[in-house]
């Protein structure tokens, strides 16, 4: 039974962060967490469903067009020695979780942002989306795949609504994100297979199957949904992320 819940939270997290870029990692290691698997082995755990769930989502965005090729190639490139390196810390010095809530803080302001953004485009047909810049695309990879690493979950949280706030496509945004995601979740795996004595296979499995049943359908749910609704929930998602964040670290809520 605990196994069938474990792959039921999995489907319902990746059709969440399939369908707006965030969500899978935070939510599966808060619920690990939560009923007493270690720090390391949580994200370990979900990192290694995570690199089938992200190939089979980041494909099914790439192929009905959800893509971005400079996004893609310049938050996987920074990304991945992001994720080695937050991997190593991860499994060495597990006590500098102290930068969740910092990390939470910026990331409430966004949200509120991106939702600004959103409810003033009358016509979002009509709009205009920039293309980020490599200089902001690659620290933002780096960043966002090392915490991602330490904390089992964080890079969808902050790559997705940073380049939205920038006035970036939230389709393309969402679709490039979780393509880079298979090379950056690949990477921390790897870590992980090395630096740890042993893996708990059996959490792993109904993760990874549930993730994959949801992948395509979430892709699909993207591209049917107008952009304001993805832009919106992007931010409601966010912000409800956020807060929970601060109020665990403060010790509001358990």
């Known amino acids: 039974m605990l196994y069938f819940i474990f792959l039921l939270f999995a489907f319902i997290a990746e059709l969440i962060d399939g369908g707006i870029g965030m969500g899978y990692g935070v ?5 690990l ?12 755990v ?9 190939l ?7 192929r009905i067009g959800n893509f971005d090729k400079k996004i893609f190639k310049f938050l996987a490139i920074p990304g991945i020695i992001g994720g080695v390196f937050g991997a190593y810390v991860a499994v060495r010095a597990q006590n500098l979780f102290f930068l969740r809530p910092a990390i939470s803080f910026v990331l409430l302001f966004l949200g509120f942002l991106i939702i600004v953004k959103f409810l003033n485009k009358n016509d979002p047909l009509k709009h205009t989306y920039d293309v980020p810049r490599i200089r902001k695309l690659m620290p933002l990879g780096f960043i966002a795949a090392f915490i991602d690493a330490i904390g089992g979950g964080g890079w969808g949280p902050i790559t997705t609504p940073t380049l939205i706030a920038g006035n970036g496509d939230p389709k393309k945004t969402i679709g490039s994100v979780n393509a880079a995601e298979f090379f950056i979740t690949l990477s921390i ?10 893996i708990d296979w059996k959490i792993v499995f109904p993760l990874l199957l549930g993730g994959i049943i949801a992948a395509p359908i979430a892709a699909l749910l993207t591209n049917k949904l107008p952009e304001k609704i993805v832009g919106i929930s ?3 998602s966010i912000i409800i992320l956020s807060l929970r964040t601060i109020l665990i670290s403060f010790g509001i809520l358990s």
Do not use: C, P, Q
């Open 56 to 62: 089979v989502s980041g494909s099914s965005h790439f």
């Open 33 to 44: 967490l939560s009923i007493g698997v270690g720090t390391a082995m949580s994200s370990a």
């Open 234 to 236: 992007v931010g409601i």
């Open 27 to 31: 939510s599966l290691t808060t619920m």
């Open 46 to 54: 979900v990192h290694f469903s995570e690199v089938f769930t992200s």
């Open 189 to 198: 795996s790897a870590t992980f297979l090395l630096s740890l004595r042993a």
